[in-house]
C-alpha cells in the first residue's frame, strides 16, 4: 500500500522553528521528486519546496526562500523541510507529494504560527 505520512507539525510562535517529515511506504522514492506544498484557509494549495530525485536541485517559494529548506535520505525514504524564522502568514496545512509516473499526495500535517 503505497502512503506518504508527514510529521512534525504543530503550533509554534512566530520567530521559531519546526521541522516536518514525511515518511514513504509501498515504493520507493529514489526516482521521484518530492515537493512540499501548503494550504491555508481559504486559499488554493500552493507548492513551497522542490527536490529532485537525486537531490541535487531544489527550488522554494519565494516566500519561504531563505527560511526552509528541504531535504531527503532516500535510503530511509524520508523528505524533510526544515522551517526556520516562521511567520503568522506560514501556517497552513503542509502536504507531502512524489512525483514520477504516478502522483502521490500524504494526508497532511497543521501548522499553526501565533502568539
Known amino acids: 500500500q503505497v502512503q506518504l505520512v508527514e510529521s512534525g507539525g504543530g503550533l509554534v510562535q512566530p520567530g521559531g522553528s519546526l521541522r516536518l517529515s514525511c515518511q514513504a511506504s509501498?515504493?520507493?522514492?529514489?526516482?521521484?521528486?518530492m515537493s512540499w506544498y501548503r494550504q491555508a484557509p481559504g486559499k488554493e494549495r500552493e507548492p513551497v519546496a522542490y527536490i529532485s530525485d537525486r537531490g541535487d536541485i531544489t527550488n522554494y517559494a519565494t516566500s519561504v526562500k531563505g527560511r526552509f529548506t528541504i531535504s531527503r535520505d532516500n535510503d530511509r525514504n524520508t523528505v524533510s523541510l526544515q522551517m526556520n524564522n516562521l511567520e503568522p502568514e506560514d501556517t497552513a496545512v503542509y502536504f507531502c507529494n512524489a512525483r514520477w509516473s504516478e502522483v502521490f499526495w500524504g494526508q497532511g500535517t497543521q501548522v499553526t504560527v501565533s502568539s
Open positions: 509501498g515504493f520507493s522514492i529514489s526516482t521521484y521528486s
